[in-house]
Antibody
Framework: QVQLQQWGAGLLKPSETLSLTCAVY????????WTWIRQPPGKGLEWIGE???????TYSKSLSSRVSISADTSKNQFSLKLTSVTAADTAVYYC???????????WGQGTLVTVSS | DVVMTQSPDSLAVSLGERATINCKSS????????????LAWFQQKPGQPPKLLIY???TRESGVPDRFSGGGSETDFTLTISSLQAEDVAVYYC?????????FGQGTKLEIK
């Protein structure tokens, strides 16, 4: 049973860099797709981007200039960095994964990141 | 980007009755070489991450009750709950994974009438 546990700073100032990490337990890290999704308070889901088992990344066009997703296969972890944050980046950030894009069946618990001066 | 539009935004259904949620994509998400629709449905309850219910438009995820079913093709899809239970109160999202970004619908809030 795959479980995802995520962590990172929950309060940032404008212009700082958001950094979150997601650890994978109980399953193979290889062969999967690893995704970050966010949800502003009271709103819907926004796909941020993914990294696949070959290390290839794909990002949302609206965030591509500020976002970076990486993986450390030796630690079974993948990470999200989002630079130059503003209040508009305030959201619950989720890591998620699955054996292919169709089956994003594993989710982290979510991390609320608040951007405020 | 593929725009996903759900209807209605909210829905109230009596216990035991059928609930139907619609999802329309701005372009076809049917991949002809494998004849699969790249469409998933998620359920989200307050304070929880989303839960995968359906993928490939109509394949139920393991452990999901068979009262949940998905249908449709190309640009028009439905999620049906055949007999609403109290635990089905949630927000439901469709998502296309045909092309990046893998966009979600705005969500449909399902409540008990």
């Amino acid at each position: 049973q795959v479980q995802l546990q995520q962590w990172g700073a929950g309060l940032l100032k404008p212009s700082e860099t958001l950094s979150l990490t997601c650890a994978v337990y109980g399953g193979s890290f290889s062969g999967y797709y690893w995704t970050w999704i966010r949800q502003p308070p009271g709103k819907g889901l926004e796909w941020i981007g993914e990294i696949n088992h070959s290390g290839i990344t794909t990002y949302s066009k609206s965030l591509s200039s500020r976002v970076s997703i990486s993986a450390d296969t030796s630690k079974n972890q993948f990470s999200l960095k989002l630079t130059s944050v503003t209040a508009a980046d305030t959201a619950v950030y989720y890591c998620a994964s699955g054996p292919d894009r169709a089956k994003t069946g594993y989710w982290g618990q979510g991390t609320l990141v608040t951007v405020s001066s | 980007d593929v725009v996903m539009t759900q209807s209605p935004d909210s829905l109230a259904v009596s216990l035991g009755e059928r609930a139907t949620i619609n999802c329309k994509s701005s372009q076809s998400v049917l991949y002809s070489p494998n004849n699969e629709n790249y469409l998933a449905w998620f359920q989200q309850k307050p304070g929880q991450p989303p839960k995968l219910l359906i993928y490939w438009a109509s394949t139920r995820e393991s452990g999901v009750p068979d009262r949940f079913s998905g249908g449709g093709s190309e640009t028009d899809f439905t999620l049906t709950i055949s007999s609403l239970q109290a635990e089905d109160v949630a927000v439901y999202y469709c998502q296309q994974y045909y092309s990046a970004p893998h966009t979600f619908g705005q969500g449909t809030k399902l409540e008990i009438k």
